[in-house]
């Protein structure tokens, strides 16, 4: 059996109580990211362009589009 503190395992459960089942320490709270929040962005980009407000020639640091890269990066999640 794993630790629940390690940053490998797919699922860790977490008793009512707040305590690790596992190691028994103290649980931490943590943001639920969901896959709706994740591609919440690339909705965002993708209006953009389509509206000709595209702004990453000046808000992305490789002053060229960034929806190649927003998707990449979702996708590696």
């Excluded at 390690?6 to 990211?33: F, M, Q, W, Y």
């Excluded at 980009?45 to 490789?62: A, T």
Aim: aromatic share 2%.
């Amino acid at each position: 059996m794993e630790d629940c503190c390690s940053t490998n395992l797919k699922e860790t459960r977490v008793e009512r109580n707040g305590i690790c089942p596992s190691c028994k320490n103290k649980a931490k709270n943590v943001k639920l990211i969901t896959l709706k929040s994740l591609l919440k962005p690339i909705e965002q980009i993708r209006e953009n362009i389509h509206k000709n407000r595209c702004g990453c020639e000046v808000n992305n640091p490789q002053g060229s589009c960034c929806f190649g890269n927003v998707t990449k990066y979702i996708k590696s999640i």
